[in-house]
């Protein structure tokens, strides 16, 4: 079964940090292409961080230097290490593959930083 699901969003004060979790199940998906995407209210979805298959990393500008982007191939899951959240940052976080991103998209993780 294709799947993509989100967790570790939350509630966090200006300043504080979060880890998002992707766990990704299907052949069509590999944690070696995934990125980061983030959607806020009344706004288009966004990249966020991604990884490409030669093992590179792409992070959009304003989170590079407070965001990382990681994977654990043996467990099939990617993750996204936010520190220094801004209330800027607040959105749905959600995964899937990168540069190309399939039709495929998970519930996401909602992500509200307080100023």
């Known amino acids: 079964q294709v799947q993509l699901v989100e967790s570790g969003g939350g509630l966090v004060q200006a300043g504080g940090s979060l880890r998002l979790s992707c766990a990704v199940s299907?052949?069509?998906?590999?944690?070696?292409?995934m990125g980061w995407y983030r959607q806020a209210p009344g706004k288009q979805r966004e990249l966020v961080a991604g990884?490409?298959?030669?093992?590179?990393?792409n992070y959009r500008d304003s989170v590079k230097g407070r965001f990382t982007i990681s994977r654990d191939n043996a467990k099939n899951t990617v993750y996204l290490q936010m520190n220094s959240l801004k209330p800027e940052d607040t959105a749905v976080y959600y995964c899937?593959?990168?540069?190309?991103?399939?039709?495929?998209w998970g519930k996401g993780t909602l992500v509200t930083v307080s100023s």
């Open positions: 299907g052949s069509i998906f590999s944690t070696n292409a």
């Open positions: 899937n593959s990168y540069p190309m991103v399939s039709l495929i």
């Open positions: 990884f490409t298959r030669g093992g590179s990393t």
